[in-house]
């Protein structure tokens, strides 16, 4: 297809010198011999280069400029005057001009800087065409995987980052009940402040004629929205503010929007995953009762030992997310015993080998049962370790000392201890010196030393969960 160039130019002389030149170079030629058709031309038509003279009968040329960037930023312009000050040329070219022509000219140069910017134009359309298409094939992976909330807003924010270098990135969910739209993710160059929520009545209005608005901010920045939307209801939204020098160009608005139409699409799958995997975890915390609620001496075991391995956490001066890791962990350590048999599980006497053989494979039932959800990896290990002893000689793999997890070895020694402290239907539970006494004796040998000493030292607490 041939290119075609639009020439805006009052002197008829020049306008068919150029017309003949260019159109045995094979462009396509159109021109006018005033600003406003030129404006005109440029609304109604696609061109791919603009050739425009400064001195025009009816316009000053600058106007002419700036209304055709307005109309298409990226459309390139060559200025042509007779007058080429410095000032001119910088005002021109800060105006978004790609080159500046004095009159009169060489007709070499001037096809030169014609080849030159049409160059720069394709390789630039497709450079960024590539990056738009990586950008939705990434995108697109983290739909089809369906990934949680919080992984899509990290790959959506990496995405625009990497697109578009804004100076602030914000993430907004709707918020039904409060009609906000909340801030949950964001990114920003220094010394930038991100509004934390919207009002529903401040933004909807906004969005009435499409999904993408241009917000003028007092902070010298120009803001873009774009709106997510689901099936049913309104998701969120994108912000994305810009220097109020960079030009967003009209490809980039048309990628904001189909961009809009993919990521709505996978927050709506992620919110949904958050949702199936709540209620996978509120099922598994009811089987977890269940399971124990079917033996007298069990019943609120997971519970205990969550306590006490949350007690030696916070001795150990773990972070709150450690603690809350340690405690789901605590919570889920036995959820394989669902898939051992009753008569082995509840059998009042002692277990033979077979049976105990069985028994050992509970923690990998374990992981097994919680594989379908994507909970850190922590607390997947944590429960399938916690029967590993430090001299190697725990089960399920043997592992010794600093090969087991921390997580695990709170959990077996707060295990031990509950199960020490209860009844069982082949012995009576030991009284708390004697407890102590066998958690010491077998620090360095089962459990870990540090974590027996930080446990015993919180006797009054202890005394407390029982
Ligand atoms: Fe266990």
């Known amino acids: ?113 014609i080849d030159n910017v049409l160059k720069t134009l394709k390789l630039e359309k497709e450079v960024s065409k590539l990056r738009m298409i990586e950008s939705i094939l990434e995108l697109n992976k983290s739909i089809i995987t369906l990934s949680e909330p919080e992984t899509l807003f990290d790959r959506i924010v990496s995405i625009l980052e990497n697109l578009y ?66 099936k049913e209801k309104s998701l969120g939204l994108i912000s994305l503010s810009f220097k109020q020098d960079r030009k967003i160009k009209e490809e980039e608005i048309k990628f904001f929007t189909s961009l ?42 997971s519970e205990e030992v969550a306590k006490y391995s949350v007690l030696i956490g916070n001795n150990l001066g773990l972070t709150t997310e450690e603690i809350e890791i340690l405690r789901d962990s605590s919570f889920l350590h036995d959820l394989g015993k669902l898939g051992i048999k009753d008569d082995i599980l509840l059998k009042p006497t002692k277990l033979n080998k077979n049976e105990f053989d069985i028994i050992k494979q509970h923690p990998i039932i374990t992981v097994e049962i919680l594989s379908p959800l994507n909970l850190p990896k922590e607390i997947k290990e944590a429960c399938l370790y916690h029967h590993e002893k430090i001299d190697g000689s725990g089960y399920p793999f043997g592992l010794k000392g600093k090969d087991i997890p921390l997580y695990a070895k709170i959990i077996a020694v707060a295990d031990a201890f509950s199960a020490m402290t209860s009844d069982r239907p082949y012995r009576k539970r030991l009284i708390l010196n004697e407890a102590f006494e066998e958690l010491k004796k077998n620090a360095g040998l089962q459990f870990d030393e540090q974590i027996v000493e930080v446990f015993l030292n919180s006797i009054n607490k202890i005394k407390e969960v029982i």
């Open 1 to 113: 297809m041939k290119d075609r160039i639009l020439i805006i130019e009052d002197s008829e002389e020049i306008v068919k010198l150029l017309k003949d030149i260019l159109t045995l170079r094979n462009f396509e030629i159109e021109y006018v011999f005033n600003g406003i058709e030129g404006i005109s031309k440029v609304k109604e038509n696609l061109y791919s280069l603009v050739i425009l003279d400064l001195q025009l009968p009816d316009m000053d040329g600058f106007n002419v400029l700036e209304e055709i960037k307005k109309i298409n930023s990226s459309l390139p312009v060559i200025v042509l005057t007779g007058f080429g000050t410095t000032e001119n040329i910088v005002r021109a070219i800060k105006m978004g001009a790609e080159d500046f022509i004095e009159k009169p000219f060489e007709i070499e140069k001037f096809l030169i800087s």
């Open 260 to 301: 809009a139409i993919q990521i709505s699409i996978g927050l709506e799958n992620a919110l949904l995953l958050d949702k199936i995997q709540e209620s996978y975890i509120n099922t598994i915390a009811s089987l977890v009762k269940s399971l124990e609620a079917k033996d007298k001496y069990t019943k609120g075991h």
């Open 165 to 230: 270098s804004p100076e602030k990135i914000g993430i907004y969910l709707y918020e039904q009940e409060s009609k906000r739209f909340l801030l949950k993710k964001s990114k920003i160059k220094k010394l930038q402040k991100l509004t934390l929520f919207y009002p529903e009545k401040e933004i909807f209005p906004y969005f009435e004629k499409g999904n993408i608005v241009f917000l003028d901010e007092t902070s010298g920045l120009n803001e873009i929205m774009i709106f997510l939307k689901g």
